[in-house]
């Protein structure tokens, strides 16, 4: 994977999103965590990028995978972190930290939930943040983050020329 490596979008999801489709689908959306990652498989390709996806529900783990990013150098990473972008200053600092392009991503509206969830230390920390579109918004920060680092999506196999 080392080879990879400058091609290897992380995508990081934190606690209780291993539950995706079963726990609170109102806001969360009915796509399991599977699919999200297929999803995010099949985007990153559009741009010769690969994804490394991982979930954890610790925070010390996350902050982990966010420093294993850099001393790999992975060139950026897509971050719904959960819960924890409402309280953790240490995912924060990990990715100012790293200094790795990050974008993060939520299911649902923000602003629409408690007012205790309109903060995100990791927003902070991103250059962009997603919230609202559900599964899409994972496709919406691959998109943006592929334009950020400079990766251009492949050529479509067909052409409008044809026609």
């Given at each position: 994977m080392a080879d990879d490596a400058e091609k290897t979008i992380l995508v990081l999801n934190g606690p209780n999103l291993d539950l995706?489709?079963?726990?609170?689908?109102e806001?969360?959306?009915h796509a399991t965590l599977a699919e999200v990652e297929r999803l995010c498989v099949e985007t990153a390709a559009r741009f010769g990028?690969?994804?490394?996806?991982?979930?954890?529900?610790h925070e010390g783990a996350l902050v982990d995978c966010i420093h294993e990013a850099r001393s790999r150098g992975v060139p950026g990473i897509v971050l719904n972190a959960g819960t924890y972008s409402h309280t953790s200053i240490a995912l924060h600092d990990?990715?100012?930290?790293v200094k790795i392009p990050t974008v993060?991503?939520?299911?649902?509206n923000i602003r629409a939930r408690a007012g205790v969830r309109h903060h995100s230390f990791t927003a902070k920390a991103a250059?962009?943040?997603?919230?609202?579109?559900g599964i899409d918004g994972y496709r919406l920060a691959i998109t943006g983050l592929a334009a950020k680092i400079g990766a251009k999506a492949a050529p479509s196999a067909t052409t409008t020329t044809d026609i």
């Amino acid at each position: 994977m080392a080879d990879d490596a400058e091609k290897t979008i992380l995508v990081l999801n934190g606690p209780n999103l291993d539950l995706l489709a079963t726990r609170e689908p109102e806001t969360h959306g009915h796509a399991t965590l599977a699919e999200v990652e297929r999803l995010c498989v099949e985007t990153a390709a559009r741009f010769g990028l690969v994804t490394d996806c991982r979930q954890a529900n610790h925070e010390g783990a996350l902050v982990d995978c966010i420093h294993e990013a850099r001393s790999r150098g992975v060139p950026g990473i897509v971050l719904n972190a959960g819960t924890y972008s409402h309280t953790s200053i240490a995912l924060h600092d990990a990715l100012t930290g790293v200094k790795i392009p990050t974008v993060e991503v939520y299911f649902g509206n923000i602003r629409a939930r408690a007012g205790v969830r309109h903060h995100s230390f990791t927003a902070k920390a991103a250059f962009a943040s997603i919230c609202g579109f559900g599964i899409d918004g994972y496709r919406l920060a691959i998109t943006g983050l592929a334009a950020k680092i400079g990766a251009k999506a492949a050529p479509s196999a067909t052409t409008t020329t044809d026609i």
